[in-house]
């Protein structure tokens, strides 16, 4: 009878320790928010979503700083007079994005439009291929600094490869609003450029964040006139969250 009791108890022990073993991993984050800079972000999780509140401010370098900012350094790709107005620290507000824990892909992809599809673990915004309504981004390459970023009606944001920390590697480069990460041009995985990328850049591997194959995108390994990389020229491959 004792035996029995004993055995009984021991086993509501082991069950309630798995109960909670198994909610304490459902509610982890996904290890690629240890790379988002910590300073800019505030990243927890509520039910089965994520949410991420970044301050829009990059954690690198930038001629786009005030000149007086620990941070400036004079242009070097661009110059003062092709530079767009404004300067990163003239922005003080904040960006939010909640994506599902586990997204999935959609029936059916849907495009970006103008202004933040996506954020950067630097803590700045990653815009698509366009610089404005029918205004194709060819018009303003002229003003964006050495890590492919300018300041906008927003504020300070990416449009090209984000050199500042990610060139010509398998870096991880940040979320898209859909909820899937983004990487450089190389894949983890393999070592090399993914040959299986899909009309968006994404295929589905191992990356240095998972050991279980995942969807994820990659920056494709595709000219833009004949000297950049575009972060994100495709459409979201799973449902887009707006980021407000």
């Known amino acids: 009878m ?3 009791v004993l055995f009984a108890n021991l086993l509501l022990i082991a069950t309630v320790s ?3 073993c198994k909610k304490d991993n459902d509610g982890t984050l996904h290890a690629a928010f240890a ?23 990059p954690n690198h370098t930038s001629p786009y ?4 900012h620990a941070l400036f350094v004079a242009p070097t790709v661009t110059t003062y007079d092709e530079m767009a107005p ?8 904040e960006y939010t994005l909640t994506v599902p824990v586990n997204p999935e892909k959609a029936s059916n992809s849907s495009t970006t439009g103008l202004g933040a599809i996506g954020m950067a673990i630097s803590g700045s915004m990653i815009y698509n291929d366009e610089e404005g309504p ?9 003003s964006l600094d050495y890590t492919a970023a300018h300041t906008g009606p927003q504020s300070y944001h990416y449009h090209l490869e984000t050199k500042a920390w990610s060139n010509d590697d398998e870096n991880l480069i940040g979320i898209i609003a859909d909820g899937f990460f983004l990487y450089g041009r190389k894949c983890n995985a393999t070592g090399t450029y993914p040959s299986d990328l899909d009309v968006s850049g994404g295929h589905t591997s191992t990356t240095q964040h998972a050991t279980e194959a995942e969807y994820h995108y990659h920056i494709q390994n595709e000219l833009y006139l004949n000297a950049y990389y575009i ?14």
Not at 134 to 142: E, I, R, S
Not at 231 to 244: E, M, R, S
Request: charged share 20%; hydrophobic share 35%; no cysteine.
């Open 35 to 57: 790379e988002f800079d910590e300073d800019n972000f505030d990243i927890s999780i509520d039910g089965d979503e994520v949410v991420i509140v970044s301050n829009g401010l």
């Open 18 to 20: 798995f109960t909670a």
């Open 65 to 68: 700083w005030s000149s007086s």
């Open 134 to 142: 029918n205004v194709p981004l060819d018009d303003a390459v002229g």
């Open 2 to 4: 004792k035996i029995t």
């Open 86 to 93: 404004g300067n990163i620290d003239d922005f003080n507000g």
């Open 231 to 244: 972060l994100f020229p495709g459409n979201y491959q799973g449902t887009p969250n707006a980021i407000q």
